[in-house]
């Protein structure tokens, strides 16, 4: 059974580093062709997708935030990292985290986890 | 701004079918295939129908899919009242080496 679970700080300042985790079972990044990606939603508003890491430790990032995001994994705990650099109100969202399977190509997102609500104060 | 485009609404009576389109660009839907996703407001998106077509266990019949170009579409049949919800489609874009995702449509059963 494949489950993800987000977590982190509900409420951050504006110009603070954001720094959201994911645990997930099920599955692990040691696997060929696992992968695990951050997918944002600014409240009603559509998904947006922000970074994915694979099992051999490749990392793409959206074009537009590539400059303040990092992410990383801890194999051994079951866990990626996602850190946002820089915060401003306009990266208030729910974040989700979701397993990807590489195939021929990198699939579409298929287990996701709950989301967890980040509000950015100014 | 989604780069993905999707019209924002969609409606039908019980029983009808509405269809759901989303245009993109070569290197997005042109190049790769296209997943669908269901959103019911305050829950996380689940996946419909992945690129190849094939749903999770449990997707309904009543969805079908096609794609032509740089455009492709989602037809729900026999609209029942548990299809009122939000409707993303995505790709992956190789020119981004990225996902994108529509901007969604909420489908309204009247």
Redesign the interface.
């Known amino acids: 059974q494949v489950t993800l679970r987000e977590s982190g700080p509900a409420l951050v300042k504006s110009t603070q580093t954001l720094t959201l985790t994911c645990s997930f079972s099920g599955f692990s990044l040691r696997t060929t062709g696992m992968c695990v ?1 951050w ?1 944002r939603q600014p409240p009603g508003k ?4 922000l970074a ?1 890491i694979d099992w051999d430790d490749d990392k ?4 537009s935030l590539k400059a303040r995001l990092t992410i990383s994994m801890d194999t051994s705990i079951n866990q990626v990292v996602l850190a946002m650099t820089n915060v401003d109100p306009a990266d208030t969202a729910t974040y ?1 985290c979701a397993r990807i399977k590489k195939v021929v ?6 287990y ?4 967890t609500l980040v509000t950015v104060s100014s | 701004q989604s780069v993905l485009t999707q019209p924002p609404s969609a409606s039908a009576t019980p029983g009808q079918r509405v269809t759901i389109s989303c245009s993109g660009s070569s290197s997005s839907v042109g190049s790769n295939v296209v997943s669908w996703y269901k959103q019911v407001p305050g829950t996380a998106p689940k996946l419909l129908i992945d690129g190849n077509d094939q749903g999770p266990s449990g997707v309904p019949d009543r969805l079908s899919v096609s794609k032509s170009g740089t455009s492709a579409s989602l037809a729900i049949s026999g609209l029942q009242s548990e299809d009122e919800a939000d409707y993303y489609c995505a790709a992956w874009d190789d020119s981004l080496n990225g996902w994108l995702f529509g901007g969604g449509t909420r489908v309204t059963v009247l």
């Not at chain 1, 559509?46 to 997708?49: G, R």
């Not at chain 1, 793409?60 to 074009?63: L, Q």
């Open positions: 990606t997918i559509a998904l947006e997708w994915l793409f990032y959206s074009t989700y190509g990198y699939g579409a997102p298929d996701w986890g709950q989301g």
